[in-house]
């Protein structure tokens, strides 16, 4: 098969190759040839204007717009090819295999072009997109640094002055998180000291009454058996008295048990004046002391309600320092939920949704920020 060229065209040797092996008859081969002679022409020529088409600034509307029209020139011709393809492969498999390779040089032709050109007509759409990935990427790097969750976040497209914002509230939510820890820590060190120093002052109160009650008990003994020394002492000298009168054992009871009111036991009596007025001494001595420790005994039942009143409002300050951490945590929770940035739809329904949500978010808030309140007073009662 000859071999056709002109200067307007490129070398078809790889279509005349494909047509020389395909076992077709010449004539077909020329025919076929002859399909796709006016699409090399037509390829040859809008290659050289693709390849002369290089955009490398957004600013280069034209040349992006020649970079379209070529493309499309382009696409439209490879439709034909394509058309041209199917109906000449309608006349045998045989035909249908060289018009497929034929089809397939000119495609592999094209392609490359249209995808150059398509690269050249969306430079700008391309580049915009990369940088605003870019952006997308380092916004959310420094987001990350104030442990922000930033994929419910448009990053790329977000207007400056609404991520600044965006940064300061994270920022602030972050410091809020840090001092709340910190202010928890300094009050549990806080609350620890304060409840070792009162275990200490009721360890060192106990104590000084545990002293004082030994000490009372040790005089009261003493001051008990002294008492009843003297008792037997004097008892002893009556005794011996009236035995000395002439009464048996016993005198005392002896005459008691007779009823004897005569002038000798009112002489006897008498006798025993001094002995008769200490022992109504030592009985005002016992009554002073018995008083005495009843009064003792009502002071440390006073000490003793003092010290249980102390620990019913020490746990209730306990229980009221062990609520203020989550008090501050709802706090903090109604703080955030306070800085979500609600978008502005375009479509109504859209935005019916949005200022719905946003409606509950609000309720909420008011929720977290009653109930830290509540429950904080609800402490202070208990």
Not at 14 to 32: N, P, R, V
């Amino acid at each position: 098969m000859k071999e056709t060229k002109t200067a307007e065209v490129v070398e078809t040797n790889e279509a005349i190759t494909i047509l020389d092996q395909s076992g077709l008859e010449q004539s077909k081969a020329q025919y076929i040839l002859n399909q796709f002679q006016d699409y090399f022409k037509s390829a040859a020529e809008l290659e050289l204007k693709a390849k002369s088409i290089v955009v490398t600034d957004a600013t280069q509307l034209t040349e992006m717009k020649q970079a379209r029209e070529y493309r499309i020139a382009l696409k439209n011709k490879r439709c034909e090819v394509e058309n041209t393809r199917v109906k000449l492969k309608e006349q045998s498999i045989r035909e249908g295999k060289a018009i497929d390779g034929v089809a397939n040089v000119l495609k592999a032709l094209i392609v490359p072009l249209e995808e150059h050109l398509e690269k050249q007509e969306r430079f700008a759409e391309i580049a915009e997109a990369k940088r605003k990935s870019e952006l997308a990427q380092t916004r959310k790097e420094q987001l990350a640094q104030f442990e922000c969750d930033s994929s419910f976040y448009d990053l790329g497209n977000m207007p400056n002055e609404q991520y600044v914002d965006l940064v300061a509230g994270a920022e602030l939510t972050y410091n809020q998180k840090i001092e709340a820890k910190k202010r928890e820590e300094k009050e549990r060190i806080d609350r620890e000291a304060a409840d070792a120093k009162r275990r200490q002052d009721i360890e060192d109160e106990n104590k000084r009454l545990r002293k004082e009650a030994d000490d009372r008990s040790k005089k009261e003994a003493a001051e008990k058996a002294e008492k009843e020394a003297k008792d037997a002492e004097i008892m002893k000298i009556r005794k011996q008295y009236l035995l000395n009168l002439g009464f048996k054992d016993d005198p005392q009871a002896q005459l008691l048990d007779n009823g004897i009111a005569s002038i000798s036991y009112a002489i006897i009596v008498r006798l025993f004046d001094n002995e008769f007025n200490q022992y109504l001494a030592d009985m005002k001595k016992r009554i002073q002391d018995h008083n005495e420790k009843i009064e003792a005994d009502r002071k440390l039942k006073d000490i003793e309600d003092k010290a249980a009143e102390q620990k019913k409002e020490k746990d209730k300050a306990d229980r009221k320092a062990k609520r203020a951490p989550d008090k501050s945590k709802l706090e903090v929770l109604a703080a955030e939920l306070n800085l979500i940035n609600w978008p502005e739809c375009n479509e109504d329904d859209y935005q019916e949704v949005v200022d719905y949500a946003k409606t509950g978010i609000s309720e909420i808030v008011d929720y977290l920020k009653t109930s830290a309140k509540a429950l904080d007073q609800t402490t202070d009662k208990i």
